[in-house]
C-alpha cells in the first residue's frame, strides 16, 4: 500500500502535536513531505526529525539559523519566513493538515488548496474570516475538505450518505467551559487561571479562552454554514459537560444521528488522516454504562454574551464574520495580557462590531486580512480608550 504523503501546517501547536502522534503510531501508512512552525526552532526540528519530515519551515524568520543548526547533520531541508512557508504548503500531497492558529494560517492553507488532493482543516479563520472565498476555492480546485475539529468531525460522519436538504437541525455541543454553572457578575471579574481551567480539553491560550466565553462555539457555527451548505436557521448549539456527544443531525424523519466518542483530540485526527478508511488507535473506549448519564441544556446567552454575538454576525453575513473574529483575537490577547477583564472580551467585540460599517464579504483572502486589520486596529482603539466599559 502507498504511504499517504502529508504537509503539516501549524505542527508545533497543540493540535500539530496531536498530528505528531497518530502519524508517529502508523509510520508506515504515511510519509511527512514538509512540516511548518512558527518560532520554536528546537521544537520544529525535533519534530522533523521524529517524522522523517523532508523540508521544516518556520515562519519566524529570524529564527531560520536556528531551525537549520537544529537540523545540522540530516537531510532535512529548512527554509524561514512567509515564502518558506508558502513553498511548504504549495508542496503536492495526498493531504494538507491546516493547523496554523489565526489568521496567521489564512495564506497557508489557501496555498495549499492549489496543491493538495484533500485538506484537514483545523484553522477557524479560513472559513469565519473568509468562508465563502475559500469554499468556492477549494470547489474549484476539487480538494476534499476533511474537518477536524471534533464537533464538525462528528457531523462530518453523521452526514455519512444523507443528503443536506433532508438536514433539520444540525446541532454543535458546548461542554459550557470552567463558568457553565457561574453566574452572570462573577463570569465579568473571573481571573485568568479561572478562565483558562477548562474542564475537559488541553488546548492552547486562545481557543482555552474562546471556550470559557462561548465564543469558539459562535465560531463553529459560522464554520458548519460553510462546511456544510446549511442555513444559519438550522444551525443550533446544545450544552453537554461530559463533551461525550460532539455533534448531531436531526433529518426530516425525525432520525438523529450523533458522533460519540471520549474528548480526545487524536480521533478525529485519525478520522481525517485514514479517510476514508480507519486507522486503529489506542483512546479510552468510550463506556456508556460506566458514565451512567449524560447532560444536556440549552446555552444561556445573557451569561455568555459573546455566542450571541457570533450568531447575530452569522445571520448578518457579510463582513460580519471577519470583523467579530478580528476584534474577538484582540480581546482575548487584551485579557491574557491583563488589560481588560473576561467581559469586557465581549463588550470589546460589541463595539466593534457597531462602530464598523457593515461591507460585503470578502472575495479573497487578501480582501478578508485588509477587514481583519482593520477591524484589529479599531479594538486596540477602543480598548486603550476604554470606550468598551472594559476595564
Same mark, same amino acid.
Given at each position: 500500500m502507498n504511504r499517504k504523503r502529508l504537509v503539516i501546517l501549524g505542527a508545533t501547536g497543540s493540535i500539530g502535536r496531536s498530528v505528531a502522534d497518530v502519524?508517529?503510531?502508523?509510520?508506515?501508512?504515511?510519509?511527512?513531505?514538509?512540516?511548518v512552525g512558527g518560532s520554536d526552532a528546537n521544537a520544529l526540528?525535533?519534530?522533523a526529525r521524529e517524522l522523517g519530515a523532508s523540508f521544516a519551515a518556520i515562519a519566524d524568520e529570524g529564527q531560520g539559523a536556528a531551525l537549520g543548526e537544529a537540523l545540522a547533520g540530516t537531510s532535512i531541508k529548512s527554509g524561514a519566513g512567509e515564502q518558506a512557508v508558502l513553498d511548504a504548503a504549495r508542496m503536492p500531497c495526498d493531504l494538507a493538515i491546516a493547523a496554523i492558529v489565526g489568521t496567521a494560517g489564512l495564506k497557508p492553507a489557501f496555498a495549499a488548496l492549489a496543491a493538495a488532493s484533500s485538506l484537514a482543516l483545523a484553522n477557524k479563520e479560513c472559513l469565519v474570516s473568509a468562508g465563502a472565498a475559500f469554499m468556492a476555492e477549494a470547489r474549484r480546485r476539487n480538494v476534499t475538505l476533511l474537518p477536524m475539529d471534533s464537533e464538525h468531525n462528528a457531523?462530518?460522519?453523521?452526514?455519512?450518505?444523507?443528503?443536506?436538504?433532508?438536514?433539520?437541525?444540525?446541532?454543535?455541543?458546548?461542554?459550557?467551559g470552567p463558568f457553565r454553572n457561574w453566574d452572570a457578575d462573577a463570569i465579568r471579574v473571573a481571573r485568568r487561571d479561572q478562565a483558562l481551567a477548562h474542564p475537559n480539553w488541553s488546548m492552547g491560550r486562545k481557543i482555552t479562552i474562546d471556550?470559557?466565553?462561548?465564543?469558539?462555539?459562535?465560531?463553529?457555527?459560522?464554520?458548519?454554514?460553510?462546511?456544510f451548505r446549511v442555513d444559519p436557521a438550522r444551525l443550533d448549539v446544545v450544552v453537554h459537560p461530559q463533551s461525550?456527544?460532539? +455533534?448531531?443531525?436531526?433529518?426530516?424523519?425525525?432520525?438523529v444521528v450523533a458522533g460519540l466518542a471520549c474528548p480526545d483530540m487524536r480521533v478525529p485526527i485519525a478520522h481525517c488522516l485514514a479517510y476514508p478508511?480507519?486507522?486503529?488507535?489506542?483512546?479510552?473506549?468510550?463506556?456508556l454504562a460506566a458514565l451512567g448519564q449524560l447532560e444536556f441544556s440549552a446555552p444561556d446567552e445573557i451569561r455568555f454574551p459573546c455566542?450571541?454575538?457570533?450568531?447575530?454576525?452569522?445571520?448578518? +453575513?457579510?463582513?460580519?464574520?471577519?470583523?467579530?473574529?478580528?476584534?474577538?483575537?484582540?480581546a482575548v490577547a487584551a485579557f491574557l495580557e491583563g488589560?481588560?477583564?473576561? +467581559?469586557?472580551?465581549?463588550?470589546?467585540?460589541?463595539?466593534?462590531?457597531?462602530?464598523?460599517?457593515?461591507? +460585503?464579504?470578502?472575495?479573497?483572502?487578501?480582501?478578508?486580512?485588509?477587514?481583519?486589520?482593520?477591524?484589529?486596529?479599531?479594538?486596540?482603539?477602543?480598548?486603550?480608550?476604554?470606550?468598551?466599559?472594559?476595564?
Amino acid at each position: 500500500m502507498n504511504r499517504k504523503r502529508l504537509v503539516i501546517l501549524g505542527a508545533t501547536g497543540s493540535i500539530g502535536r496531536s498530528v505528531a502522534d497518530v502519524v508517529g503510531a502508523h509510520r508506515d501508512a504515511f510519509e511527512v513531505l514538509a512540516i511548518v512552525g512558527g518560532s520554536d526552532a528546537n521544537a520544529l526540528a525535533s519534530m522533523a526529525r521524529e517524522l522523517g519530515a523532508s523540508f521544516a519551515a518556520i515562519a519566524d524568520e529570524g529564527q531560520g539559523a536556528a531551525l537549520g543548526e537544529a537540523l545540522a547533520g540530516t537531510s532535512i531541508k529548512s527554509g524561514a519566513g512567509e515564502q518558506a512557508v508558502l513553498d511548504a504548503a504549495r508542496m503536492p500531497c495526498d493531504l494538507a493538515i491546516a493547523a496554523i492558529v489565526g489568521t496567521a494560517g489564512l495564506k497557508p492553507a489557501f496555498a495549499a488548496l492549489a496543491a493538495a488532493s484533500s485538506l484537514a482543516l483545523a484553522n477557524k479563520e479560513c472559513l469565519v474570516s473568509a468562508g465563502a472565498a475559500f469554499m468556492a476555492e477549494a470547489r474549484r480546485r476539487n480538494v476534499t475538505l476533511l474537518p477536524m475539529d471534533s464537533e464538525h468531525n462528528a457531523i462530518h460522519q453523521a452526514l455519512a450518505g444523507h443528503r443536506v436538504e433532508d438536514i433539520e437541525t444540525m446541532t454543535l455541543t458546548a461542554s459550557g467551559g470552567p463558568f457553565r454553572n457561574w453566574d452572570a457578575d462573577a463570569i465579568r471579574v473571573a481571573r485568568r487561571d479561572q478562565a483558562l481551567a477548562h474542564p475537559n480539553w488541553s488546548m492552547g491560550r486562545k481557543i482555552t479562552i474562546d471556550s470559557a466565553s462561548m465564543m469558539n462555539k459562535g465560531l463553529e457555527l459560522i464554520e458548519a454554514h460553510h462546511l456544510f451548505r446549511v442555513d444559519p436557521a438550522r444551525l443550533d448549539v446544545v450544552v453537554h459537560p461530559q463533551s461525550i456527544v460532539h +455533534g448531531m443531525v436531526s433529518f426530516a424523519d425525525g432520525a438523529v444521528v450523533a458522533g460519540l466518542a471520549c474528548p480526545d483530540m487524536r480521533v478525529p485526527i485519525a478520522h481525517c488522516l485514514a479517510y476514508p478508511a480507519r486507522i486503529p488507535l489506542k483512546t479510552k473506549r468510550l463506556d456508556l454504562a460506566a458514565l451512567g448519564q449524560l447532560e444536556f441544556s440549552a446555552p444561556d446567552e445573557i451569561r455568555f454574551p459573546c455566542l450571541r454575538l457570533a450568531r447575530a454576525a452569522l445571520r448578518a +453575513g457579510g463582513d460580519r464574520p471577519t470583523v467579530l473574529n478580528a476584534a474577538n483575537e484582540i480581546a482575548v490577547a487584551a485579557f491574557l495580557e491583563g488589560a481588560i477583564a473576561f +467581559g469586557g472580551i465581549g463588550d470589546v467585540v460589541a463595539a466593534i462590531l457597531d462602530l464598523m460599517p457593515q461591507a +460585503g464579504a470578502p472575495a479573497s483572502v487578501e480582501a478578508a486580512l485588509a477587514i481583519d486589520n482593520e477591524a484589529r486596529l479599531a479594538a486596540r482603539r477602543v480598548i486603550q480608550s476604554g470606550l468598551s466599559s472594559a476595564q
